[in-house]
């Protein structure tokens, strides 16, 4: 029998071309990754949802959070069903009441597929709260059970104790594989998050400068908050979670200028970053930070410019609480106040982030310091994990790109990778 006629066609493919194909088909099958920066504008055109459109859009740092995710479900409470919670939200700090929106974001793309085939026991998922290493344990977690008689959809806090719950409305809109938003009936809230705080609690009213002067060995750094006004922003933060002040004593800032290093040459901003980086945007007394949870801790100067960034590693080395911050390791040297919501703590060291002296040799303790005395820097933690599995997945190859910000450059550079291979 005679070998059957060779297609014309395949006869031309060479292993260029067969090579091109095959990225064609990858680059189809991969989630494109899509700049989640415009949120609101997504919901503006839903006016039911206008209130809680209103509160993402008074949280700029959540856009920040977004600009690197490829997948998310953004829960969305109507007018009617957050009228009630509104003003208790409104009474909030600015970033108390942005992790609140950020229990809201969950960084898993859910498809109504995804909700009405979820197994037996419920599905755990990662809210964008966890990632900010404020939630204890996991309680930055939401739990997703489907009831198997009513078909009723019910989203929860992962911790036992909480009571806070919301029910499933309906799938408002997705943009496959990206974006999925789902009304809910509900506001939810972390387990130990306190929503009536602000409101039941009297303010402390804890003027910081002075609290600094009082305890004799801060001149330097009260005349620095003071003369830079961040400290009228840590005063507005005293509600909610709290906050936890680590103070360079004058010495440490002695220290700065033996070593030619000074924030007074710095610009404004970044010197408002570098104070804002010796804040932590809860409540610690001493007791907690010897038993940290998780060492990687966001800072004040954190919510301004991104999540992974300008974080502190706290450990308990030789019997006193070790600070980290990626240039220089400090100690804790004593109690300047200690009231929730307020803990101010004196350090051996002025914390310099490495995002502004990443550039400047580590600086060490002057021979004879005894600061840490032989403590060595505790080993850096990874940060929080910014995704769980996947419920679902996308088919393994689509007819057509969607819409997003990816697609259309890796398809433009295709020609340029099929030439390089």
Known sequence: ???????????????????????????LSTTPILAITNITALLSSFPDFSSFTSLLASTPSITSDLSNRSALTLLVIPNSYLSSSLDLTRRLSPSSRTDLLRYHILLQYL?????????PAGALITTLFQTTGRASANCGSVNITRNPVTNAITISSSSPFSSSNATVLSLIKTLPYNVSIISVNSLLVPYGFDLMASET???????????????HNFFVAASLLSASGVVQEFEADEGGAGITLFVPTDSAFADLSENDVSLQSLPADKKADVLKFHVLHSYYPLGSLESIVNPVQPTLATEDMGAGSFTLNISRANGSVAIDSGIVLASVT???FDQNPVAIFGVSKVLLPKEIFGSNPVLTSKPGNSDMGNAQPPAVALSPESSPKMLSSAPGAREEIKSGVGGSRWLSNLPFLCVVA
């Open 1 to 27: 029998m005679g070998m059957a006629q060779i297609n014309p066609a395949i006869s031309h493919i060479t292993p260029t071309t067969t090579l091109c194909y095959f990225l064609l088909l990858l680059l």
């Open 201 to 215: 609690r009297p303010p402390l009213g804890l003027n910081i400068t002075k609290a600094l002067l009082d305890g």
């Open 111 to 119: 498809s109504s597929s995804d909700l009405h085939h979820l197994p």
């Open 334 to 336: 004593q109690t300047v």
